[in-house]
Nanobody, 114 residues
Framework: VQLVESGGGLVQPGGSLRLSCAAS????????MGWYRQAPGKQRELVAD???????NYGDSVKGRFTIARDNAKDTVYLQMNSLKPEDTAVYYC?????????WGQGTQVTVSS
């Protein structure tokens, strides 16, 4: 299984970015796909995840600003990030879970700075 992320970069506070993650190498649908992030010196934390049925779960710090979506036909998950803040700066990792197995992408840097 391979997860390939795209869409990170540098953005000013208040700006927006959209992350994408395409999964390949799986012969069945993932139960849950999502995004985690890790800032320097901090633990990895959940940003948002979404089940194959469309149920979503968000970290408290991003509720109302970020939106997760999923295209099951393409095995792709998206993260629309609006009203970005400097504290959103981190490496964002795509994740995919199938029963007890968890898969990770290589990470994409998001930097929010003026």
């Amino acid at each position: 299984v391979q997860l390939v992320e795209s869409g990170g970069g540098l953005v000013q506070p208040g700006g927006s970015l959209r992350l994408s993650c395409a999964a390949s190498g799986s012969n069945s649908r993932f139960n849950v796909m999502g995004w985690y992030r890790q800032a320097p010196g901090k633990q990895r934390e959940l940003v948002a995840d979404i089940s194959s049925g469309g149920s979503t779960n968000y970290g408290d710090s991003v509720k109302g600003r970020f939106t997760i979506a999923r295209d099951n036909a393409k095995d792709t998950v998206y993260l629309q990030m609006n009203s970005l803040k400097p504290e959103d700066t981190a490496v964002y990792y795509c994740s995919a879970r199938k029963f007890l197995a968890m898969y990770w992408g290589q990470g994409t840097q998001v930097t929010v700075s003026s």
